[in-house]
């Protein structure tokens, strides 16, 4: 069923329903123009908080919401379950798994994954954390190793499992870091009475000077205290060499024994093809003019972790965090109709609302604007800016509860391995000591 | 590291941390004696609420619970994440994924598994119900159908993928039919605007002539009248013949095109090798004297779903109910008890509290003794007892909380298809035509 049918109005397609393009689907609502959401998932993912699904902290369930569930009632919108393969820009079409489809306007908001900057043996032995399943598999993953510890009878034996690893101190690594020291510091002996606390370690990993580089100075510094004071282990300026699934090795020699690497020390764009290579920039990022659209296209568009916008103002884009996207989808939305209605448009301008980071219980980063502020408070404002963000009434619910939990009773969190992750085969002609 | 360590105290191993199970790692608690449960699951599983995780009312955690959270504090506890292979009673060892455990005393609380009464064609295509992985499953099928049917234009390229048959009318085949009935009369048309509810078909199917037959006749007329309010199509005395995947086929001629059948009607107990083929009794259940011990041993147990208790007064056993189990674990860790210190022991007396199920939103119907009504009140009573049977006050809040906004919105549940379901391959040698 084509959703076009009988109508006459312009047809939006918005590939992908992250931050951005939720937001320009929102803003068209009762605009003359059909819109059709197309993405791979049938759900938003509320990314900020994939850490705490990961730690088994909070239920998958909670952080995501159905797509078709949030524009039910939006007479406008259609969803289809499906991705991108193909942008075909001479014939205004786009190739998908469920055939190809025809827009009017194009806006790509597909978002980033993780970037392994080409390193096959991390890419195939570290853990990726950038959506609902890899945060479900990582789950499976901690607890498994935590499982298998149980059954070793030596320190030596024991010391890859419960090493864990993260590679990339920006905010994602160093909440998770802060939540696998709580683990550590209050459940793993509580739940698993073979081990103590001492037996666990977690080292955060970066090959930047410090810890949370986009933020500002005091930032970094009270993040690395807090760490610390968790008793996460600190590694700073320190570049990953190897890693074959047992043993990360960096480029000054040192090396640590694990089984759990989790990689969270870059991203890179989700480029349909079909575009020119030419306005591809670094990090994998579809080039765009100040209006946001795609160089080179009068009618596609590119928003989010997806788009770098390079004008005189931003030489190198936007930051990739949820505030440009929504931002971007706001600004999208409205310019699409100027244009449509050969109105003039303004070019986008990003207000940075700031930075928040969190470590563990009653503890957090902030940097808004001028106000630079860390602590209880700045916790307080975390889980505030989390909660109202958060989408679906039922979701804040269900999380403000688990978190009420577990700071009461330093043991939230069901922990429950559903699927087992069992790690893939290593791939023909690749070898698992590793040259990459 | 063997539990058993510096303990003079007999080891209790118990397989499988269901109902039964729990329980009598529960009883043993401060008792002269080690506890080792084993269960391939992580966490204990509320089976009476798997329906509505595969229907997508709720996240799978609500309905799972940790049993080393549970058990955390218990000093005589300890767990293991494995499975049972198999018994060798003469050595009084386990063999297991983890290796061979020895035991002092075992309980097989295994459970039971879903009896496709060697139909290898319905086995390979249907759906079964019966763990949390398996519910999920169902819920990516059943949300992945609709996506497909939304691509269809015409009512018959549409209609296998609406046309959901559930076969076999006890509890769980009920309760589910008016869950799906609700999906299809509030959230069809709401959430997939291309579609109708007239477009989606429930068939609850039995080769029993009456839907819970296992409960009274006023129990099941009214079960029966109540699904025919919500639109289910009760097809009753209808036995399967064949299942291809695209057409399930009855004895009497009818057939139904369906990419979705559920099986729920039949189970079968999970019994580990190395006993005796003369004590499996029909269902696939270990034979028990009055005492719960498995005949020809003196210290294996078996109790639950896996068990038979085949004696005067219970010549075909218990019936396959938590009650059962949740008794049969109480009484069996006194009796373990009373044997380890060499006191006479009783016979077990199961005592029914009766029948309960629901059907769709203010509905139920509830034999409780003599007691027997059907409705509102029965619906009410049944919300009661399931809220406070589940495990955890996190699950009893978040599961109250999702209930409560069901009701009010008429559109509870995520409906998220997190990980796709994709059918196997059918194995090599095996017409998928059916001859079974």
């Not at 149980?150 to 499992?161: A, G, I, S, W």
Request: glycine share 10%.
């Amino acid at each position: 069923m084509e959703p076009k049918d009988k109508s006459k109005f312009p047809l939006v397609v918005i590939a992908g329903g992250g931050f951005g393009g939720m937001q320009v689907a929102r803003k068209l609502k009762d605009m003359p123009v059909d819109v059709l959401m197309l993405d791979k998932h049938n759900y938003h993912t509320f990314q900020p908080l994939l850490y705490q699904v990961a730690i088994g902290s909070l239920e998958a369930d909670s952080i995501a919401f159905s797509l078709r569930k949030n524009f039910a009632g939006q007479k406008n919108f259609h969803f289809r379950n499906t991705e991108i393969t193909k942008v075909n820009p001479e014939k205004n079409t786009v190739d998908t798994t469920i055939g190809e489809i025809s827009y009017d306007y194009l806006v790509i908001a597909t978002g980033s994954t993780t970037n392994f900057f080409g390193n096959k043996d991390v890419e195939h032995f570290a853990m990726p954390m950038k959506s609902i399943p890899e945060a479900l598999n990582l789950r499976s993953l901690i607890l498994q190793n935590i499982e298998e510890a149980v059954l070793l009878n030596t320190k030596q034996e024991r010391e890859p499992y419960l090493n864990f690893v993260l590679v990339g101190a920006g905010p994602t690594g160093v909440e998770l870091a802060g939540a696998l020291a709580e683990l550590r510091n209050h459940i793993l002996a509580r739940d698993y009475p073979e081990l103590q606390k001492e037996h666990m370690k977690v080292y955060l990993v970066d090959f930047m000077p410090k810890v949370l580089g986009a933020m500002s100075a005091q930032a970094s510094h009270a993040a690395k205290e807090f760490l610390k004071g968790l008793g996460v282990e600190v590694l700073v300026s320190e570049k990953v060499e190897s890693y074959d699934g047992n043993e990360i090795k960096f480029e000054d020699g040192k090396s640590i024994r694990t089984k759990n690497v989790i990689w969270s020390a870059g991203v890179m764009g989700v480029v349909p093809k079909g575009l020119s290579k030419d306005i591809i920039e670094r990090g994998n990022r579809i080039r765009t003019d100040g209006i946001c659209r795609v160089e080179g296209s009068s009618n596609i568009f590119a928003i989010g972790d997806v788009a770098a916008m390079i004008t005189r103002d931003t030489p190198k884009g936007h930051p990739g965090v949820a505030q440009v996207a929504i931002q971007q989808g706001n600004y999208i939305a409205k310019t699409l109709m100027q244009l449509i209605n050969g109105e003039p448009t303004e070019p986008f301008k990003y207000f940075d609302k700031g930075s928040l980071a969190t470590i563990g219980r009653n503890k957090a980063v902030a940097d808004l604007g001028k106000l630079k502020f860390q602590g209880f408070f700045a916790w307080l404002i975390w889980m505030f800016v989390h909660l109202v963000s958060l989408l679906g009434f039922r979701n804040k619910i269900v999380v403000f509860i688990n978190w009420t939990l577990s700071y009461l009773t330093y043991n939230g969190g069901a922990r429950l391995i559903i699927r087992r992750f069992v790690q893939e085969a290593v791939p023909e002609g690749h070898s698992p000591e590793g040259d990459g």
